[in-house]
């Protein structure tokens, strides 16, 4: 009996393992050394791995998003859906196709799980730019903070009244 618990205990633990590379948005479709980080570079090392299989997508470089740690997966939501996205890990970088999706679950493991440096994504077509970010805005206190602080002065005021009497 003790035999069986340990079999399906390692049965467990490998389906367990096994089943991260299953998690993953996309389909790999290569990694590259890359010389440098720029995302032309980038661009250029996914067109090539495009090309080779006969992939005539016109993809666009979209967007770049940059990790610090020892980060080795995790979910990227983004403003447009993409086609294709890049894991850069160590001096490699890993290649996904997938159909064009704004949230994507990643890992480095086709990086020799080496923590991440950043998520590369592209789009199909003419290259929509990034939508451009929220204008900033001021905080407007809301009407319950001005309540309970009138609320505070005043019963400051109420003690500082008993204290005198």
Do not use: C
């Amino acid at each position: 009996m003790k035999n069986f618990m340990v079999i399906l205990g390692v049965i467990a633990l490998v389906f367990s393992v096994s089943g991260v590379a299953g998690a993953l948005s996309g389909t790999h479709i290569g990694t590259r050394d890359l010389d440098n980080y720029k995302p032309d570079s980038e661009t250029a090392a996914l067109q090539a791995i495009l090309d080779a299989a006969n992939i005539t997508d016109d993809i666009s470089f979209y967007k770049k998003i940059e990790f610090e740690g020892d980060i080795k997966s995790g979910t990227q939501i983004y403003d447009s859906p993409i086609a294709y996205y890049g894991v850069k890990a160590g001096d490699a970088i890993s290649f996904f196709m997938l159909e064009p999706l704004t949230s994507i679950d990643w890992s480095t493991e086709f990086v020799n799980n080496k923590g991440i440096s950043h998520l590369s994504a592209w789009t199909v077509g003419p290259g929509d730019p990034p939508p451009p970010p929220p204008p900033p805005s001021d905080p407007v206190p809301e009407p319950g903070t001005l309540v309970l602080l009138g609320l505070g002065i005043v019963g400051l005021g109420v003690m500082g009244r008993k204290a005198r009497k």
